[in-house]
């Protein structure tokens, strides 16, 4: 290639990608009123208010998901589909669906996605989809709320393992990292949720054997700012 053929080229692209960005981007997001949904088996059924952040209308798409440790289909929502003017918002109602009473809480996954109308001025336009993915809670009937469910999570170390032991009925979400304290040293959980009855045993790294506690960042069920909290570590003792 002779360095004329090189520079047209490179005009070429140059003028491609200035012409790319010239393009107006517009991020469509449908927004949720809040961080996470709790329903209550005792009402029945719940709402959330999502509001779509853009000037032009657009389909939002509502749909729930299973985690991997729980596949039981326990809720519906309604509408899966619906229009939502720019700034406009719409209300998405979850609806219990559980055939037995609820034991302890349990976990699904709610997405909300936003999907632009069609241009209808001609113009070129890059239309850029933002996914909500927010934590849907189903509250057992009789449970009491918990604000701090994390203060139940046991942690100790057996052997060379940390063992963290959810023994209570709660679901508890917080940040993959862990930190052993004095030191800071971090250790990362397998995700970043416990759910009631999980125990999980993780490798403890070397020169640790002085920690005393393990600093963990809380995600709250209410929606509201926590500090992290420094929970005690103790030794198990091996039973005979």
Do not use: C
């Not at 909300?112 to 927010?134: C, H, L, M, W, Y």
């Amino acid at each position: 290639m002779t360095p004329k053929t090189q520079r047209s080229l490179g005009r070429i692209l140059a003028m491609a990608l200035f012409a790319q960005l010239a393009m107006p981007a517009m991020a469509d997001g449908m927004k949720p009123e809040t961080s996470v949904i709790v329903l209550n088996e005792a009402d029945g059924e719940t709402s959330i208010n999502i509001q779509n952040t853009d000037a032009g209308p657009a389909l939002l798409y509502s749909s729930i998901h299973n985690i991997p440790e729980d596949d039981e289909p326990l809720a519906m929502l309604t509408p899966p589909v619906v229009r939502v003017e720019g700034g406009q918002t719409q209300l998405v109602r979850f609806i219990n669906q559980s055939k037995e009473p609820l034991k302890t809480q349990r976990l699904k996954r709610v997405f909300f996605e936003g999907i632009p109308q069609k241009d209808e001025s001609g113009g070129a336009r890059i239309n850029i989809t933002v996914r909500q993915d927010i934590p849907l809670i189903l509250h057992p009937k009789g449970l009491p709320k918990n604000r701090e469910p994390w203060k139940l999570l046991t942690w100790s170390v057996e052997s060379s393992d940390l063992v963290v032991r959810n023994d209570s009925a709660y679901v508890v979400r917080l940040a993959q990292m862990v930190k052993l304290q004095p030191a800071g040293t971090e250790v990362s959980l397998p995700r970043t949720y416990v759910l009631p009855g999980e125990t999980f045993k993780l490798p403890l790294p070397a020169n640790t054997a002085k920690a005393h506690s393990v600093r963990l960042f809380p995600a709250t069920v209410y929606g509201y700012a926590v500090d992290s909290y420094d929970a005690p570590l103790t030794s198990a003792t091996n039973s005979s």
